[in-house]
């Protein structure tokens, strides 16, 4: 099962399959959506409490099948809604897992600004370190145009719109993260700013 996953996943990532060559099995989800829930919890947990990393990890993924279905939803085609979603769930998992380590770098200097705020004032007394974030620009970019790349396959559109659709589905994914990320962290007892 794991190669069945892997094997279109990768070609995925590189550009070389879309999501209708991804398997179409209802077990595998469950374990990519835990899968991807931690992966964004790992990262989201350097910098924030773990209630509140954790709600905004699974609020996020919501946010993910929220978009997915409305999207194949308004093109008439929502029974590509388990490949698409399953694909996106892989894809972005390996992608967030690649941003582990870097983002464990630049994590210690975002938690001593969230002490002092006084310092971003000084764009110069603020120091990160160079190639973690320029590694987490390319995941971040690349991560960006899979999303895209999933979507024109999955709704029979054009590259240009495959992006639209992954600016719409950051956008509600970050809003739906935050809002259902403060609400469990302050539902249990992580500060709220």
Do not use: C
């Amino acid at each position: 099962m794991f190669n069945e996953v892997l094997t279109p996943t990768l070609r995925i990532l590189f550009f070389r399959a879309g999501p209708q060559d991804f398997p179409y099995a209802i077990g595998i989800r469950p374990a990519l959506l835990l899968l991807a829930a931690t992966a964004n919890a790992l990262v989201f947990g350097q910098v924030l409490p773990l209630s509140m990393a954790i709600g905004i990890a699974v609020a996020m993924i919501g946010g993910m099948a929220l978009v997915v279905r409305w999207t194949l939803r308004l093109r008439n085609l929502t029974a590509r809604f388990q490949q698409t979603f399953d694909s996106l769930l892989a894809t972005t998992l390996l992608l967030t897992l690649a941003t582990v380590i870097p983002f464990s770098q630049i994590a210690p200097q975002l938690l001593e600004l969230t002490k002092n705020p006084e310092a971003m004032k000084n764009a110069e007394a603020i120091k990160l370190p160079t190639l973690p974030v320029l590694l987490m620009n390319l995941l971040n970019f690349w991560n960006f145009a899979v999303t895209a790349h999933i979507f024109r396959h999955a709704a029979n559109v054009p590259m240009w719109v495959g992006f639209v659709i992954g600016f719409v589905a950051a956008g509600v994914m970050l809003f739906i993260g935050v809002v259902g990320g403060t609400f469990v962290g302050a539902l249990f007892g992580a500060p709220v700013s």
